[in-house]
């Protein structure tokens, strides 16, 4: 319709337009390369961006785990919004990760993290014998002691 414009874009959290547990709206105002542009049909701002708080991070996490884009038609045209290509996108991206660096009579060392939030201390279970559904749990512990740069840099942060 216009393409110049920067247009609104609702995002919803945890779920779809109608059932996702919260909402925000962006403009799509950021500089954007040419390739947007012409994707767009003109304009040079396109892009936006927004920050998760707890509050968005806590919707993901108590509905269906994705996140949601709609583009709002520029001339308010009823049933012409339309959800975004490659949306939803599912917000937990990676698994979490870590590495056993020893065990002996009197200590069990590592680390462990998760890139979808680099600065949480996370859970481990410690299982004996084997796996998890295999092995005997035997305890929990937080990965919270500092880490040296190389774990950060491999965690994210």
Same mark, same amino acid.
């Given at each position: 319709?216009?393409?110049?414009?920067?247009? !609104?874009?609702?995002?919803?959290?945890?779920?779809?337009?109608?059932?996702?547990?919260?909402?925000?709206?962006?403009?799509?105002?950021?500089?954007?390369?040419?390739?947007?542009? !012409?994707? &767009?049909?003109?304009?040079?701002n396109h892009r936006?961006?927004?920050?998760?708080?707890?509050t968005m991070i806590?919707?993901?996490?108590?509905?269906?785990?994705?996140?949601?884009?709609?583009?709002?038609?520029?001339?308010?045209?009823?049933?012409?919004?339309?959800?975004?290509?490659?949306? *939803?996108?599912?917000? !937990?991206?990676?698994?979490?990760?870590?590495?056993?660096?020893?065990? !002996?009579?009197?200590?069990?060392?590592?680390?462990?993290?998760?890139?979808?939030e680099p600065s949480?201390?996370?859970?481990?279970?410690?299982?004996?014998?084997? *796996?998890?559904?295999?092995?005997?749990?035997?305890?929990?512990?937080?990965?919270?002691? *500092?880490?040296?740069?190389?774990?950060?840099?491999? &965690?994210?942060?």
């Amino acid at each position: 319709d216009e393409p110049s414009k920067s247009i !609104n874009v609702n995002i919803y959290f945890g779920g779809s337009a109608g059932t996702g547990a919260y909402m925000v709206s962006a403009i799509a105002s950021d500089p954007s390369e040419a390739a947007v542009k !012409n994707l &767009c049909g003109g304009g040079d701002n396109h892009r936006f961006s927004i920050e998760a708080d707890e509050t968005m991070i806590d919707a993901i996490k108590s509905g269906d785990g994705k996140v949601y884009a709609y583009g709002i038609d520029t001339m308010g045209g009823a049933g012409k919004n339309s959800q975004l290509n490659h949306s *939803p996108k599912l917000a !937990n991206q990676h698994n979490p990760q870590g590495y056993l660096d020893s065990v !002996n009579d009197r200590q069990i060392r590592g680390w462990a993290c998760d890139k979808d939030e680099p600065s949480k201390s996370i859970e481990v279970k410690i299982y004996f014998g084997g *796996p998890a559904g295999t092995g005997a749990y035997m305890v929990s512990a937080i990965a919270s002691d *500092p880490s040296e740069a190389a774990v950060k840099d491999l &965690c994210g942060g």
